[in-house]
T-cell receptor, first 113, second 110 residues
Framework: EDKVVQSPLSLVVHEGDTVTLNCSYE??????LLWYKQEKKAPTFLFML????IEKKSGRLSSILDKKELFSILNITATQTGDSAIYLC?????????????FGKGTKLSVKP | NAGVTQTPKFQVLKTGQSMTLQCAQD?????MSWYRQDPGMGLRLIHY???????DQGEVPNGYNVSRSTTEDFPLRLLSAAPSQTSVYFC?????????FGQGTRLTVV
């Protein structure tokens, strides 16, 4: 069964800390891995990763994919209270005629002042 | 718990046809939303609702209608399907910052 597992499920840090969020997957026909940030309302897209070893970077956030070991990490440096959110990892699976996103349960990050 | 249930999982429409994508949740969440997912892009918000009787437009609302007569149900209606609406659609419900997504509907408009 295809699955995406995120860890930890929740994390509490203080402003200025660096955090690493993990996402491992078992998917039959992998196409891409995506990270989202979910605050009060809609998730917002962060990164899409398709190739191993190529870091994607946006400000204090970065992410990398390892297709051999089947995982991705999302790093946030110098965390701010505005980084508090749930971070969703999703894998795009092209098994059969599907191609739906398989989401992990998310990591709830709380950044304390 | 069923969580968020979307139906159908797959649908093929002809241009100009109308249809309704169903979404139901049993978690008593106030916030529900519809997204579409296209290749190379992240989720894009179509419409959302913060409670029964209240709906609002998201990023890409054109060609879609929604209603929220009950807390549990949030159907998405395509008024006159167009090939540009070929996509995978996700319904989600949220409580505070936790989002629960349905498994998606793959819609093809020919």
């Amino acid at each position: 069964e295809d699955k995406v597992v995120q860890s930890p499920l929740s994390l509490v840090v203080h402003e200025g800390d660096t955090v690493t969020l993990n996402c491992s997957y078992e998917v039959t026909n992998f196409r891409s891995l995506l990270w989202y940030k979910q605050e009060k309302k809609a998730p917002t897209f962060l990164f899409m990763l398709t190739s191993s070893g190529i870091e994607k970077k946006s400000g204090r956030l970065s992410s990398i994919l390892d297709k051999k070991e089947l995982f991705s990490i999302l790093n946030i440096t110098a965390t701010q209270t505005g980084d508090s959110a749930i971070y969703l990892c999703a894998v795009e699976d092209y098994g059969g005629s599907q191609g739906n996103l398989i989401f992990g349960k998310g990591t709830k990050l709380s950044v304390k002042p | 718990n069923a969580g968020v249930t979307q139906t159908p999982k797959f649908q093929v429409l002809k241009t100009g046809q109308s249809m309704t994508l169903q979404c139901a949740q049993d978690m008593n969440h106030e916030y529900m939303s519809w997204y579409r997912q296209d290749p190379g892009m992240g989720l894009r918000l179509i419409h959302y609702s913060v409670g029964a009787g209240i709906t609002d437009q998201g990023e890409v609302p054109n060609g879609y209608n929604v209603s929220r007569s009950t807390t549990e149900d949030f159907p998405l209606r395509l008024l006159s399907a167009a090939p540009s609406q070929t996509s995978v659609y996700f319904c989600a419900s949220s409580h505070d910052t936790e989002a629960f997504f349905g498994q998606g509907t793959r819609l093809t408009v020919v």
